[in-house]
């Protein structure tokens, strides 16, 4: 069974809705016409879900064109402590966004086409605006980075377009993730229907995989030389490196030569990471499924096994190391969920789906422990007394309260431990 309630996308949890307009830029896979609402907290899956990459208003509607909602979601994590990385990803206009202060590890993506261009609901000016205020003006910092996507054919992935956007990065100390176009048969459509003649790169096709030809990722790659910026082909890369994480948290570093880590600024990071892990004798982990740690020379990665991916690279099939053996079949999002809390890769066969088994999520005791737990840790004063830890306990008990649950249990519950210490049981 699969958990329908809560969104997952390769590289983020998903909290947010879906809008009735955006920018309408036209090479975006997401068309509006399916509405979403995802509101669920991480947490309130599985506690270790705290740790979780999540994206905020990434479904169809900018988050800076829903700013209320977009605080809202913010202000939610916040008060439930989240700790991974909260990424707002945005073409929109970063003033409209109040330099107010979160508790939270905040990433502002700023996603731009690298050029103007009538494909595109952004512009440079914007681009160029966002930075600058985040660099300069803002009075809360947060992280934040440039999100060059698409690169499209013949369409913005000149040399000229792209050391224009290095140079930008250049000034704005912002790192650069970078990725092609994909493209679902719906969009395929639309592109027919609108007379939209993107092209994919040589010897690709249009689909999942967001492939720019190597010569357009050398210009990156040379670019990113000539000025001493950071670019990444993953944003679970960037975001890794933004935010101080001990290596990529997608675990991309099992396609060393694809995702080309001998020029990443994270490689030692991610190469440690790698070392630790395969001398270490753990043999079993915090994951909801049977499994064993496994060592493998050349395992091949399962959607190239399948078909489901028809342009693998070598390294697709000569995956190296220890990973994660799973018997049963899970979902995709089971697979990235456990390579955001583990580092391991899986080998296991899965079923594509924005959904996690429900074998994640924990049973309501448990549920409730954690949130006592919490809301303790999450005290921000130094001297109290125990008014203060009854006070704490019940905001944290008070969501759980029901008419079987009720606050004379815990009251009962209360007494009796006393009594179990003070000799009056
Ligand atoms: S070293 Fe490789 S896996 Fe690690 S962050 Fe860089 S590109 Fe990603």
């Given at each position: 069974m699969q958990l329908t309630d809560s969104c997952f996308t390769k590289s983020f949890y998903m909290m947010g809705q879906s809008l009735?307009?955006?920018?309408?830029?036209?090479?975006?896979?997401?068309?509006?016409k399916e509405q979403s609402k995802y509101e669920k907290l991480p947490s309130s899956i599985?506690?270790?879900?705290?740790q979780l990459p999540v994206a905020v208003n990434l479904f169809y509607g900018d988050p800076l064109l829903q700013v209320e909602k977009t605080i809202e979601y913010l202000r939610a994590l916040e008060a439930d402590n989240h700790k991974g990385p909260v990424i707002i990803i945005t073409k929109?206009?970063?003033?409209?966004?109040?330099d107010i202060k979160f508790d939270l590890d905040l990433h502002f993506a700023f996603s731009t086409f690298g050029i103007n261009s009538?494909?595109?609901?952004?512009?440079l000016r914007t681009l160029n605006a966002n930075l600058s205020s985040m660099k300069n003006d803002r009075i809360h910092k947060y992280q934040y980075s440039i999100e060059f996507r698409p690169v499209i054919k013949g369409i913005n992935d000149s040399q000229e377009a792209i050391e224009n956007i290095v140079k930008i990065a250049k000034k704005y100390d912002a790192p650069i993730g970078f990725c092609g176009l994909q493209v679902t048969p719906e969009l395929a459509n639309y592109f027919k229907e609108n007379n939209i003649n993107f092209e994919p790169y040589e010897g690709y096709d249009f689909g999942l995989k967001k492939a720019v030809s190597k010569e357009v990722e050398d210009i990156f790659y040379n670019m990113s030389e000539k000025y001493n910026v950071p670019v990444f082909r993953k944003t679970s890369c960037l975001i890794s490196y933004s935010h101080g994480l001990n290596r990529d948290y997608n675990a991309h570093y099992y396609r060393p030569n694809e995702m080309r880590c001998s020029k990443c600024v994270m490689n030692n990071t991610c190469k440690s990471f790698i070392q630790e892990r395969d001398i270490s004798?753990?043999?079993?982990?915090?994951?909801?499924f049977k499994h064993t740690i496994i060592n493998k020379d050349k395992h091949v990665c399962y959607l190239f096994k399948s078909g489901v991916c028809k342009f693998a690279n070598p390294d697709c099939t000569n995956i190296k190391g220890k990973l994660i053996k799973i018997e049963e079949r899970i979902t995709s999002s089971d697979v990235r969920v456990i390579k955001w809390l583990t580092g391991y890769t899986v080998d296991c066969e899965f079923d594509e789906s924005e959904f996690i088994s429900d074998k994640w999520s924990v049973g309501k005791f448990a549920q409730m422990i954690d949130s006592i737990k919490n809301q303790l840790e999450s005290i921000q004063y130094t001297n109290g007394d125990l008014s203060d830890i009854g006070n704490e306990i019940g905001i944290s008990i008070a969501k759980h309260l029901t008419e079987d649950n009720n606050v004379n249990d815990f009251i009962h519950g209360v007494k009796h431990g006393i009594s179990l210490i003070d000799g009056t049981h």
């Open positions: 009735k307009g955006c920018l309408n830029c036209s090479y975006c896979r997401l068309t509006g599985n506690p270790l879900f705290r929109g206009e970063i003033w409209k966004f109040p009538k494909y595109d609901g952004g512009s004798e753990v043999t079993s982990l915090n994951i909801p």
